[in-house]
C-alpha cells in the first residue's frame, strides 16, 4: 500500500513570490493535514481537510491557504512569502476524522525562501 | 493550550544500550502517537498508544492517561535507531500537538 506522498520535495523561491504544495493521502484516507517545522520552532499545525472542507486552522496567517480535491489530494499555497516560511511542510492523512484516527506522515517538502 | 513537554532533550548511547524516552502532557488527551524522524526529515509512527502497553521488536510504549505522561523503550540500541523521537497529542479537532523531542545518537 502506498504511503502518503508528497511534491516537490525541494522548492526554492523568492520572498514575494508564492509557492504552491502538493499532497496526496493514503487510498482510503479521507482527511489530510499539513504542518510546518521551522527551524527552532518545533512542529506545528496548519490545516485540517476532510471531505473537502477546512476544518480547522492552526494559528497561521491567511497568507497560507489550501483546498482538498475531490480525490481527496490537498494543495498547501503559500501567498507573499516571507524569509521565516522557510520550512519542512509535512502533510498526513488519516481514515475518517470522527474516531481520532491515527495520522501517517509523508516524506515533506523543504521550501526554502531566498 | 495543552503543553507537551520531552524529556531528555538529547540522548548519547552506545550501540547495544538500553533507553527510556519520556513524554509529559498538561491535560487530558484523547490519544497520543510516537514518532522517529529520520535524518531526511520524514516521520515514521512508531506507535498508537493512548492508554496501556505496546509492544513492537525492540521497541514499546507505555501511556497512563491519568497520570498524563508516555514512555519509550528502546532496546538493544542500533544506530540506525538515531534521530529525533516526537511524541505527538490529540485534544480533539483532530490536530496533534507534538513534544519538543528527543534527540538520539547511538554510536557504534
Known amino acids: 500500500e502506498a504511503g502518503v506522498t508528497q511534491s516537490p520535495t525541494h522548492l526554492i523561491k523568492t520572498r514575494g513570490q508564492q509557492a504552491t504544495l502538493r499532497c496526496s493521502p493514503i487510498?482510503?484516507?479521507?482527511?489530510v493535514y499539513w504542518y510546518q517545522q521551522a527551524l527552532g520552532l518545533g512542529l506545528q499545525f496548519l490545516l485540517w481537510?476532510?471531505?473537502?472542507?477546512?476544518?480547522n486552522r492552526g494559528n497561521f496567517p491567511p497568507r497560507f491557504s489550501g483546498r482538498q480535491f475531490p480525490n481527496y489530494s490537498s494543495e498547501l499555497n503559500v501567498n507573499a512569502l516571507e524569509l521565516e516560511d522557510s520550512a519542512l511542510y509535512l502533510c498526513?492523512?488519516?481514515?475518517?476524522?470522527?474516531?481520532?484516527?491515527?495520522?501517517?506522515f509523508g516524506p515533506g517538502t523543504r521550501l526554502t525562501v531566498l | 493550550g495543552i503543553q507537551v513537554e520531552q524529556s531528555p532533550p538529547d540522548l548519547i548511547l552506545q550501540e547495544g544500550a538500553n533507553s527510556t524516552l519520556r513524554c509529559n502532557f498538561s491535560?487530558?488527551?484523547?490519544?497520543l502517537q510516537w514518532f522517529h524522524q529520520n535524518p531526511w526529515g520524514q516521520l515514521i509512527n512508531l506507535f498508537y498508544?493512548?492508554?496501556g502497553t505496546k509492544q513492537n521488536g525492540r521497541l514499546s510504549a507505555t501511556t497512563v492517561a491519568t497520570e498524563r505522561y508516555s514512555l519509550l523503550y528502546i532496546s538493544s540500541s542500533q544506530t540506525t535507531d538515531s534521530g529525533v523521537y516526537f511524541c505527538?497529542?490529540?485534544?480533539?479537532?483532530?490536530?496533534?500537538?507534538f513534544g519538543t523531542g528527543t534527540r538520539l545518537l547511538v554510536s557504534p
Open positions: 498508544i493512548p492508554s
Open positions: 498526513a492523512s488519516s481514515f475518517p476524522a470522527g474516531g481520532l484516527n491515527e495520522q501517517f
Open positions: 491535560d487530558s488527551v484523547n490519544n
Open positions: 487510498s482510503g484516507h479521507t482527511s
Open positions: 481537510y476532510d471531505e473537502g472542507e477546512e476544518r
Open positions: 505527538a497529542v490529540n485534544t480533539g479537532f483532530q490536530k496533534l500537538v
